[in-house]
């Protein structure tokens, strides 16, 4: 089992940018896709952006262009780079091993002003 815990949350206006960081422990990290979701206030969790153990990446239509997410297995980390920050993007976002129901415990993101 992968424990995985995010950091990197907080609050920052309109057009701003945070960058999440998820740390792994317990298991070999590079040979594992990883991906980030997030969870608004009454809505369903969604997926936001995968990156395969290789490195190929998918993303949300609602995030393409502005988040980046990335990977350094050396340090078992996976990153998610949030530029030009909308109000919408206002949720807690979680880090999960893809495939598992290994979960970070999540951290809020709000954008506001």
């Known amino acids: 089992q992968v424990q995985l815990v995010e950091s990197g949350g907080g609050l920052v206006q309109p057009g701003g940018s945070l960058r999440l960081s998820c740390a792994a422990s317990?298991?070999?990290?590079?040979?594992?896709?990883m991906a980030w979701y997030r969870q608004a206030p009454e809505k369903q969790r969604e997926l936001v952006a995968r990156?395969?153990?290789?490195?190929?990446?998918n993303y949300a239509e609602s995030v393409k262009g502005r988040f980046t997410i990335s990977r350094d297995n050396a340090k078992k980390t996976v990153y998610l780079q949030m530029n030009s920050l909308k109000p919408e993007d206002t949720a807690v976002y979680y880090c999960?091993?893809?495939?598992?129901?290994?979960w970070g415990q999540g951290t809020q993101v709000t954008v506001s002003s």
């Open positions: 990156i395969a153990s290789y490195g190929t990446t």
């Open positions: 317990g298991s070999v990290f590079s040979i594992y896709a």
């Open positions: 999960n091993r893809w495939g598992t129901e290994d």
